[in-house]
């Protein structure tokens, strides 16, 4: 039975980044980029490597514990897992059922895979939580595992300083303090989606992924604060998706956003994909300090998508 028609709330985030990293600056140099590109418009001097052999349901394993470690998680009770990624272990079967028997859930848990990348998040919360009424579900869990450091050419200028490697696990209950969706929004550009592709590898071009990014997100965003009678200071914390250092500031500055609003935060792992808005989540939805919160993630398609997270307190 659903739990009391109560909705469903974002409870708590586990994350698991690498401890390995690797350095930008040689790299940097090398492909032809100085000093100031790389920490002020790139922003990224580090990336978070995964270890040779590990896989993205290894990644998602242990953002998985982590989340148990720090949650009231109800393993044996945990009736819905998905996982977001665009580079499974396998074409068939799916990434969550693989991480489904690697953790002995139950045999009543449905499994699934979203294959988003950059927005992965946004659409995924957004999903998650009509499954979870539109099933009667009381306990989800929300997976992103996107590992990319071994699918870029090493001298690739336009993508080998960016990205990182992580994962996330988000437990979405009916009960307790927790965010929930109250709105979202989505869009996919015409004509647009050979800015990003893999084939033999990640292929960007980065000028055309920045110019959909900053021609999109801001007028989406300022559209769902429209519609849900808000203004830009009635949220207390926009989390953008870590594209880079540069396109965070301008879409902040396009938004006439305080910049203490829109951190960036990859400057030591890197672009993580569907990872880069919970990893920066997972501390605000803990603390518990903030009200409203706005995510907006963007990228492969060339798609994007925002959620309206309202804060609930224990008793709701």
């Known amino acids: 039975m659903i739990d009391g028609g109560r909705p469903a709330r974002i409870r708590s985030i586990g994350i698991y980044l690498p401890d390995r990293r690797e350095s930008n600056y040689l790299k940097a140099e090398r492909v032809g980029f100085d000093r100031e590109f790389l920490e002020n418009k790139l922003g990224v001097i580090a990336r978070s490597v995964m270890d040779a052999g590990e896989t993205t349901s290894d990644l998602a394993v242990r953002a998985f514990n982590a989340l148990a470690d720090r949650s009231d998680l109800p393993r044996d009770e ?8 665009q580079h499974p272990d396998f074409k068939v079967p799916h990434t969550a059922a693989l991480v489904h028997n690697r953790l002995d859930l139950a045999k009543q848990c449905m499994t699934f895979d979203i294959s988003q990348g950059c927005a992965g998040y946004t659409h995924a919360v957004a999903i998650v939580t009509s499954m979870m009424d539109a099933a009667q579900l009381n306990h989800g869990v929300l997976i992103t595992s996107d590992p990319y450091s071994n699918k870029v050419a090493d001298d690739d200028r336009d993508v080998s300083l960016l990205f990182g490697d992580a994962a996330t696990a988000t437990y979405f209950s009916r009960c307790g303090a927790g965010y929930q ?12 989606y050979r800015c990003l592709m893999f084939r033999e590898r990640l292929e960007m071009d980065g000028a055309s992924v920045f110019k959909h990014a900053v021609q999109e997100a801001p007028p989406s965003m300022k559209e769902l604060l429209k519609r849900n009678r808000l203004c830009v200071d009635d949220v207390d914390l926009y989390l953008l998706h870590q594209g880079s250092k540069y396109l965070v500031e301008y879409i902040s500055k396009k938004m006439r956003i305080p910049s203490e609003k829109v951190p960036f935060e990859a400057t030591n792992y890197g672009n993580t994909v569907s990872s880069s808005i919970p990893l920066m989540l997972q501390k605000h939805v803990d603390a518990a300090d903030l009200d409203r919160i706005m995510l907006s993630g963007f990228g492969v398609g060339f798609s994007w998508g925002n959620n309206l997270l309202q804060r609930l307190k224990e008793e709701a």
């Open 78 to 85: 945990v009736q819905l897992l998905t996982v977001v990624t």
């Open 181 to 192: 969706l109250v709105d979202s929004n989505f869009g996919t550009l015409p004509n647009s």
